[in-house]
T-cell receptor, first 115, second 114 residues
């Protein structure tokens, strides 16, 4: 597609439920990133995929968070047993090159609200 | 770890005037990249301008320019002839030459007054 697509746009879930967030990167973009943006805060790095290499998971805040990506296509971010502190906007970004200097193309994010 | 600091949570500017948003960063690396991103209410982050640390010349993109002071680790954004459409959150970001992520500041909310 023309841009990075994320779904759903908004998600309200009950505490303790699992949620799955989806990201469709720009076709041909080998690098894909997930970030979390809490209200009034900057973006926190969660995970990075580059082609078929092992992902950089160093930003995942707990073992309740996981992400998958098959090849250079769709990625899903899963949060298990959601907590209220997981409420945030989850942004996905992709780039043609790696992380070096060219910036990302971001999606519009998924706003997750845990009640 | 690298840190990026934006000390102005909110700024306002009259339409057609000039405004400067501040950003400082901390790093021990010599080669890196700096960015300014704009986030309107649509939430999508839009790249405004980028700067390569090894270049002394300040980057410019139409009405947007930066003042990059490498020794002071300062990277401010100047918006000239401000327009209503410039109203948004602005984030400063750092990327090393070898890392896998960007480091973002906490943002500056810019209001443009008609």
């Amino acid at each position: 597609g023309a841009g990075v697509s994320q779904s759903p746009s908004n998600k309200v879930t009950e505490k303790g439920k699992d949620v799955e967030l989806r990201c469709d990167p720009i076709s041909g973009h080998t690098a894909l990133y997930w970030y979390r943006q809490r209200l009034g805060q900057g973006l926190e790095f969660l995970i990075y995929f580059q082609g078929n290499s092992a992902p950089d998971k160093s930003g995942l805040p707990s073992d309740r968070f996981s992400a998958e990506r098959t090849g250079e296509s769709v990625s899903t971010l899963t949060i298990q047993r959601t907590q209220q502190e997981d409420s945030a906007v989850y942004l996905c970004a992709s780039s043609l090159d790696g992380p070096l200097g060219y910036g990302y193309t971001f999606g519009s994010g998924t706003r997750l609200t845990v009640v | 770890a690298q840190t990026v600091t934006q000390s102005q949570p909110e700024m306002s500017v009259q339409e057609a005037e000039t405004v400067t948003l501040s950003c400082t960063y901390d790093t021990s690396e010599s080669d890196y990249y700096l960015f300014w991103y704009k986030q309107p209410p649509s939430r999508q982050m839009i790249l405004v301008i980028r700067q390569e640390a090894y270049k002394q010349q300040n980057a410019t993109e139409n009405r947007f320019s930066v003042n990059f002071q490498k020794a002071a680790k300062s990277f401010s954004l100047k918006i000239s002839d401000s327009q209503l459409g410039d109203a948004a959150m602005y984030f400063c970001a750092y990327s090393s030459n070898t890392g896998n992520q960007f480091y973002f500041g906490t943002g500056t909310s810019l209001t443009v007054i008609p």
